[in-house]
């Protein structure tokens, strides 16, 4: 069995908790799901651009085997969300860092294409993993600190 995890993100440090907890923020922030080690959901706010959630391995959909199982993703859309969310930490980067930014985050991000999810598979077969380099790339400590 892998690992479950939920971690938020303040905009100053990680706690781990589950995603309610974010409710109460009137801040950005990032919250991290583990599922089995396989998929994250990382869902964000504010949302800029995007829809306010990615996945990182799997999304649940190719992970289950059922389209349906979670919404539809959108990585480019999701990338520039979450570099706009990062530009909200650090107001005073240029606009061109988060085209940037983007473009870093975006191969880390799944689809719901299952071939993709494949090819990432043979990075890293842990999901935390996949996170960490994730996190780090956009320029935050890893929540497993």
Do not use: C
């Not at 799997?58 to 570099?83: I, Q």
């Amino acid at each position: 069995m892998g690992f479950f995890g939920g971690f938020l993100y303040d905009g100053q440090s990680w706690t781990e908790t589950d995603r309610s907890a974010a409710r109460a923020l009137t801040g950005p922030w990032l919250h991290v799901d583990i599922h089995d080690s396989d998929f994250a959901a990382l869902t964000y706010r504010p949302t800029g651009p995007g829809t306010g959630i990615a996945f990182v391995g799997y999304t649940p959909g190719v992970y289950f085997g059922m389209p349906d199982a979670g919404p539809p993703t959108d990585a480019p859309r999701e990338a520039a969300g979450l570099a706009a969310w990062r530009a909200g930490l650090n107001p005073s980067a240029p606009d061109a860092d988060r085209d940037t930014m983007a473009a870093t985050l975006l191969p880390y991000l799944a689809t719901d294409d299952p071939q993709d999810a494949d090819e990432d598979e043979d990075r890293s077969p842990f999901v935390e993993d996949k996170v960490d380099d994730f996190l780090t790339a956009l320029g935050l400590p890893p929540f497993r600190g």
